[in-house]
């Protein structure tokens, strides 16, 4: 009887509530406004010749490189920064290996190194999900061989200093250290330095070639619909990530429209600007509310409702609002995630978070605020 590796057989299958998500979607961190009309204008001109060839990904990633400063040797387009994950997964783990990642945070990390037969070595935040970067170095082991990092991380908006990621880095030079930026560009800070034509800050530190940056235009470009991630590295490392990776990784639609995206840094950048601008609003909405969040980096925030976070997302629910419960995440017991959008959206968040506080009794009557 044909049975599947026992490494498979053990995995917790991450499902994210997909099935019916009419409403408001403030729930999976997309843009609430969605892509570039060039992006549009530009996906109705495709034609049937261009969607009976094969895609060719590497004109793309060319002008990929050039927007992010680096060669094209250290860029790789990919099927969403899922499958940068899963690549970097495939390439450098054996059965037996370590995967250190510390938690809460993306879940794929841990099913894709599990897959590989690797052991997870799970590491818990600090206070206020504060980077454990000491905790980090006292795990690692001669078995590490991936480390996993969410910069600014999900779902609690913490962000990292990229000193602690040079050092961990520096540290296991055995390992691929994974950067996940899917929310840089409202964080605005990257291990990806352009102030230097043609490298990158992985280059100008005591020469270590383990680091990778992985990207995504699922956040701020509005194009989660298409996956379209990067992963970005050393240019020897890789070469070596490219022998696992298909050709046609990335579809023709896809590789169509992202110049497009790229070039209208205008659209990306007023969407942004309306994100950080409503992220601060919000937040101090959740505190005169008296309900206890923490300063987030990301297009989110996650706030603790307390027991009734259940009830808290039905209500939102029934007020045509997605949002997402993050209670079973290791250390956010009864919270709650909120996407930060546009102007307009983040003005119906704000009046029905008023009535379903009132409604849950939920306000302490008290302002709070959580420094990380």
């Given amino acids: 009887m044909l049975e599947a590796r026992e490494a498979v057989k053990n995995l917790h299958a991450y499902r ?36 009976a060839r094969y895609p060719e990904r590497e004109p793309a990633e060319k002008e990929v490189a050039s927007f992010l400063g680096l060669d094209p040797a250290q860029v790789l387009l990919t099927n969403g920064v899922d499958e940068a994950i899963h690549l970097l997964c495939s390439t450098y783990l054996n059965p037996g290996d370590e995967a250190l990642i510390v ?46 990092v969410a910069n600014p991380n999900n779902p609690t908006g913490a962000a990292v200093e990229r000193d602690a990621l040079i050092q961990i880095a520096q540290a296991a030079p055995q390992a691929a250290v994974l950067v996940d930026e899917a929310y840089f560009e409202f964080h605005g800070e990257t291990l990806i330095d352009q102030t230097f034509a043609g490298q990158t800050s992985i280059d100008q530190t005591g020469q270590i070639e383990n680091p990778f940056v992985a990207r995504t235009f699922s956040k701020a470009y509005g194009l989660a619909g298409l996956r379209i991630g990067i992963l970005a590295g050393e240019a020897r490392q890789m070469a070596m990530v490219r022998l696992v990776a298909s050709p046609y ?124």
């Fill in 16 to 51: 994210p509530p997909l099935a019916g998500r009419t409403g408001l979607r403030l729930d999976f961190n997309e843009s609430t406004a969605g892509c570039s009309p060039r992006v549009l204008a530009r996906l109705r001109s495709l034609d049937a010749e261009l969607l």
């Fill in 103 to 148: 938690v809460p945070t993306f879940g794929m990390y841990a099913i894709f190194a599990q897959a590989e037969g690797a052991r997870v070595v799970e590491v818990r935040a600090g206070d206020n999900f504060t980077f454990p970067a000491e905790d980090v170095l006292a795990k690692l082991s001669p078995r590490t061989r991936l480390i996993a």
């Fill in 249 to 372: 990784n990335v579809n023709a639609a896809a590789l169509a429209v992202l110049p497009e995206a790229l070039q209208d840094q205008e659209y990306v950048g007023r969407y942004v600007a309306q994100v950080l601008s409503n992220r601060e609003r919000l937040q101090q909405e959740l505190g005169h509310l008296g309900l206890h969040y923490w300063p987030s980096h990301a297009n989110f925030v996650l706030v603790r409702i307390g027991s009734a976070h259940a009830e808290f997302v039905r209500a939102l629910r029934d007020r045509g609002i997605l949002v997402r419960d993050r209670h079973t995440d290791p250390g956010c017991e009864g919270s709650v995630r909120l996407t930060v959008g546009s102007d307009e959206h983040t003005e119906t968040l704000i009046g029905a978070l008023r009535d379903v506080v009132e409604q849950l009794g939920l306000r302490t009557g008290l302002p709070t605020e959580v420094r990380a």
